[in-house]
């Protein structure tokens, strides 16, 4: 049965007043977008300038000494590794397919490291992929809700520090931070990079092969001693690597969420468009019907006075 005038009229009211919102929310999220990306540029500069120690105290062959499952030469490596997976998800909704494609790829990910019986842990960032794992029954050790739209290192710190003292006290012996690299307003790209331990895997990284370095020529001479040095230096590099996933992950959400309100305005556009063709075709046919009506009771009046 065909929707009346006033059906239709109504639809495409409510219609356009959901476009006006899905048009706000674009413009809010470009705005975040932008600033995120500016803020990024100063991370860049710090993890740029850590960077540039690791890299010249590995040429050094400073690093030598530190053994593969973590930050010193004193862990036992005949035990099994525990591995660790850092999920970053958001923690709202209307970002497109965002976080499906977070926790598919990181799903897949997993099944491929651990397989499907490994012993390993999630940490997740983000209510989305925090309560699918939760529901699934998995091992999520530690979990983090309200990041913010621009994430400060003062606020992740509490992340960071988390997870690093639990590596520090044993609970796994490897952690991989699963995440949406940034690549343009339009792409993004799964990415599964090791961040701990910082052994030649995680140097060699695509997020860590990323941060510029500058050259240093100068030699060092290390105090008290080189197991300390490494002690303060791969904590904060291996944090300032945490933190840039993390402002990476969030700048391909903002992307996202700009993406899928505009797709979601055009949608809205072509319903409105279809909707007042309807329209504007009922409310001719209703004409006709009148003008018919009112040519069929003169064709009547002139037959009743013949």
Known sequence: MPASLNDVKHRITSTKKTRQITNAMEMVSQAKLNQIQKHTS???EYASQVKSVV???AQSH?????KSSGHSADNDQSKAKRTAYLVITSDRGMVGSYNANVIRDSNEFISKHSGVSG???IIAVGGNGSDFYKKR???VSYEYRGVSDVPTFNEVRQIVKMITSMYDKGEFDELYVCYEHFVNRLVSRFRAEKMLP???EAIQGEASQEIQTKELTAEYDVEPSEKEVLNVVLPQYSESLVYGAILDAKTSEHASSATAMKSASDNADDLISSLELQYNRA???AITTEITEITGGQEALKSDNN
């Open 42 to 44: 100063s991370y860049a």
């Open 55 to 57: 890299m010249h105290l």
């Open 62 to 66: 400073i690093l030598d000494g530190l």
């Open 119 to 121: 012993d390993y842990t």
């Open 137 to 139: 029954g998995q091992n």
């Open 198 to 200: 910082v052994d030649s």
């Open 283 to 285: 409310r001719q046919a």
